[in-house]
């Protein structure tokens, strides 16, 4: 499995690198492990629906 790293997948996803470190801490992206203080995302991953928008779409 090819991972990608926090800067990656926040640029893939157009979000912020903070935002893409709550979605690994809070389990919303499948896939997900920590090495020591680095969070590594499989390349395959899918967004998260922000639950902060009504309407439950993404970007």
Excluded at 4 to 28: D, F, G, H, P
Excluded at 29 to 57: H, L, Q, T, Y
Aim: a positive charge; one cysteine or more.
């Amino acid at each position: 499995m090819e991972y990608m790293t926090v800067r990656e997948t926040a640029e893939k996803w157009s979000i912020t690198e903070r935002w893409v470190q709550k979605l690994c801490e809070e389990n919303r992206i499948k896939g997900a492990v920590r090495f020591s203080r680095v969070w590594m995302i499989p390349k395959e991953a899918i967004k998260p629906i922000d639950g902060r928008r009504k309407d439950g779409e993404h970007k």
